[in-house]
Every structure is written in structure tokens, then in C-alpha cells.
């Protein structure tokens, strides 16, 4: 139930700064409009026809202040947003003169495919590798892992992106430079489809998971030793209990809990990825549609990326709490829906 006020409280505040912060979408308009010269056309609506002149008159703001919906109170447009909301209705682009969900639906396939191989890249192999290196602790592999690890953290991504594009896009030309798909996708294969996809995506992906996998890695790893030290499992091996037992049949699991703690979380990476990223390979994907949106003060579209961001987010922690209840048998949920 904390999500309804939590959502209102959110969507409040930004909507709010998207009305009083200076350069809107009506003041960029009228600088367009007065660039326009004797042409006088407003590029942003096809309903006003040329106006002869480099300056409007007060009739002519007023009417554009209603068709971007600035004529009316804050609050009192909130309401009317939040109520066209209900009926799913996130409103029609400033920019692109196109209603905001066609936009973020465009935006979303390519986010979706790259949050979800992020998410599966860094759990599939940032847990096996905090095992092996738990177990293996200051031996050879865990001293080099360690050097290898927090070499690619101490690296920004968008870094480790420019210097993956600089080798081997631009310098051995092994990958694409830029895009999601080659230019005659349509025309290729299903399986080759699969493939362009796959080898456009290896140069992304490997900047995306640069940055969580010396967190998640570590974050593994301690919790593993924190475990294997503990009281129980010490206990249980000095009873006769195999070494590799104590580790995948009691340590293990405890070892997920803060695992499973920022799994839901993570849900919104998912969709939003990262802008720089997006830039740098020229990937259209859902980060890069909130950065433009932000510069072009395309109010509309930043509101629906706030809703689609804000509510996956604290979905994500819905899920977090369910996750630590399966993997924690300390915590169950009670008759009532409590958490205990």
C-alpha cells in the first residue's frame, strides 16, 4: 500500500520542477517561433499557420500556453494529468508531436534485451566467481581475479565503452561501431537476425557489466566467508560434514540473502540502462529517450519515464522482500501479508 503515496509523492515533486525550472516547451516554441523570422511557423503544432512576423502577440502565447497546457494552475494540472493517467493516457510528445507511450514502446524491445542479458551476465557469472573465490580466498586466482575485478570497477563504464569501441569497432573492426541491427536486417534470415543482434550487442554488454561486477563479485564473496566462519558451519564440518556440503548445503544459501536484497532493485535498471552507453554506440534504447527528453524539455516524456522508472522501482522492492523471504528461512509472511 506504500506504493500509492510513495508514487503520488514522486510524480508531485517532478512535475512540479517541470513547471517552474525556466526554459519549458513553450519558451523553447517562441525562440523557435522568432528564428523563424517572416516565416513565423511553430514547429511544434501543425494547427497554427504562419504568422508573418518574428514576435507573437499575448492572444497567440495564451493560446499556445494552452495548447502545452501551461495556462492552468500546477496542482490543478497534476490533476488532470494523474486523472489522464488512470485511463493510461501519458500524454502527446511537445517534441515529436506523438503521444508518449508510442515513444517509450519504440524505446523499450531495445532496453528490455540489453537490461535482461546485463542482469543475467552479471548474476551468472558474478555468484559462481564469488563462490570460487570465497573458497579459494588469497590463493593465486582469488589475488588475480581481485586485480582483474576491481580494475574494470575503478573504470568508469562510458570509459571502458570508448576504449571498447576505439579497438575493436574502429581499430580491428571486428564490431559494429554503432547501432542495435545492421541497416538490411529486414531483409536477413531469422537466424542471422539472431547473430546481428548477438554481434552488435558484444561491445554494449561488456561496458554495461563493467560496472556492477566488482560490487556484485565482492558482495558474494563476503558474505560467503562471513558464512564460512560462522559458528554453525564451522560446527557442522567438525562433525564430519564434507567441506563442499557445508558450502552449497548450509553456508550458501545465508550468503544469498544480500544477494537477493538488491535483486529487485535492479528491476529498473533494466529499463533504464544508461544514457552514456546508449550515446556512445548510438543505441536507441530507453536512457537515452529520458537524457533528450530532459534537454528538449519534452515535459510529456519525461513524466512517463518517471512513472514507467518509479513504479518498476518499487515493484523492484516488492520483489526484493519476496526474494529474501524464499531464500531466508528466517523470514516468512504472515496471514495478514506482514512481513516478519
Known amino acids: 500500500m506504500l506504493i500509492i503515496p510513495t508514487f503520488l509523492g514522486v510524480t508531485i515533486l517532478v512535475f512540479l520542477l517541470t513547471r517552474i525550472v525556466p526554459g519549458g516547451p513553450l519558451e523553447r516554441w517562441l525562440q523557435e517561433t522568432a528564428l523563424a523570422g517572416t516565416e513565423g511557423l511553430a514547429t511544434q503544432s501543425s494547427d497554427y499557420a504562419s504568422q508573418g512576423g518574428s514576435t507573437l502577440s499575448d492572444e497567440q502565447i495564451q493560446e499556445m500556453a494552452e495548447y502545452f497546457g501551461f495556462d492552468k494552475n500546477p496542482l490543478h494540472s497534476y490533476v488532470l ?19 508518449v507511450w508510442e515513444i517509450i514502446r519504440s524505446r523499450l524491445p531495445v532496453s528490455i534485451f540489453y537490461g535482461v542479458a546485463t542482469l543475467i551476465l552479471t548474476y551468472g557469472v558474478c555468484i559462481p566467481l564469488g563462490i570460487v573465490k570465497a573458497i579459494k580466498h588469497k590463493t593465486v586466482f582469488d589475488n588475480i581475479s581481485s586485480i582483474l575485478v576491481f580494475t574494470g570497477y575503478a573504470i568508469p563504464s562510458y570509459v571502458v565503452a570508448i576504449a571498447l569501441l576505439t579497438a575493436f569497432a574502429a581499430g580491428f573492426e571486428w564490431f559494429p561501431l554503432s547501432g542495435f541491427v545492421s541497416s538490411n536486417f529486414h531483409s536477413l534470415s531469422l537466424f542471422d537476425k539472431v547473430l546481428d543482434i548477438l554481434h552488435h550487442a558484444v561491445l ?46 548450509h553456508a550458501l544459501r545465508n550468503s544469498l540473502i544480500p544477494i537477493a536484497t538488491s535483486f529487485g532493485n535492479n528491476l529498473s535498471l533494466i529499463i533504464t540502462g544508461s544514457f552514456l552507453i546508449e550515446m556512445i554506440f548510438n543505441i536507441n534504447g530507453f536512457g537515452l529517450l529520458g537524457f533528450d527528453s530532459l534537454v528538449d524539455r519534452d515535459y510529456p516524456v519525461v513524466m512517463g519515464i518517471v512513472v514507467i522508472s518509479s513504479l518498476l522501482f518499487m515493484i523492484g522492492n516488492i520483489l526484493s522482500d519476496i526474494c529474501v523471504a524464499i531464500v531466508d528461512p528466517r523470514v516468512k509472511f504472515g496471514a495478514d501479508g506482514s512481513n516478519q
Do not use: C, Q
Not at 494529468?81 to 503521444?99: I, Q
Not at 554495461?208 to 564440518?237: E, H
Open 81 to 99: 494529468w494523474l486523472g489522464r493517467l488512470f485511463v493510461f493516457d501519458l500524454g502527446t510528445s511537445t517534441k515529436y508531436n506523438e503521444p
Open 204 to 249: 554494449p554488454l561488456i561496458a554495461y557489466v563493467a560496472g556492477s561486477f566488482a560490487f556484485m563479485t565482492m558482495l558474494m564473496k563476503n558474505s560467503l566467508m562471513d558464512n564460512l566462519a560462522a559458528d554453525y558451519v564451522r560446527t557442522a564440518v567438525a562433525k564430519g560434514l564434507h567441506f563442499r556440503s557445508a558450502v552449497f548445503n
